[in-house]
Nanobody
Framework: QVQLVESGGDLVRPGGSLRLSCAAS????????MAWYRQPPGKQRELVAS???????YYVESGKGRFTVSRDNDENTVYLQMNSLKAADTAIYYC?????????????WGRGTQVTVSS
């Protein structure tokens, strides 16, 4: 079973930047879409950004202009570049991938990486 492993979370000051990485144990071509979700303390998990196999991207409104999602098919890795970080971005960030086999969807999640934005 494919595994997704996040890295890059850290403690950063407001206004700072981080790049999160999600490394897949197998080719990411198998995924129709890959995405980043986050779960702030005491809140529900929310979609932050996604990118399809064809390169179509989506961003949560609060992330537009600050976040950039990308994928490196050769490295089987998806990235989330986050700039101008705010305290409200503090959360556990999860990598997600969805593949479809015989019209049945399969969801995969990483274990998460902690991002803390604080002065």
């Amino acid at each position: 079973q494919v595994q997704l492993v996040e890295s890059g979370g850290d403690l950063v000051r407001p206004g700072g930047s981080l790049r999160l990485s999600c490394a897949a144990s197998e080719t990411i071509f198998r995924f129709n879409v890959m995405a980043w979700y986050r779960q702030p303390p005491g809140k529900q998990r929310e979609l932050v950004a996604s990118i399809t196999k064809g390169g179509i991207m989506y961003y949560v409104e609060s992330g537009k202009g600050r976040f950039t999602v990308s994928r490196d098919n050769d490295e089987n890795t998806v990235y989330l570049q986050m700039n101008s970080l705010k305290a409200a971005d503090t959360a556990i960030y999860y990598c997600y991938g969805r593949e479809t086999i015989a019209n049945q969807g399969h969801d995969y999640w990483g274990r998460g990486t902690q991002v803390t934005v604080s002065s």
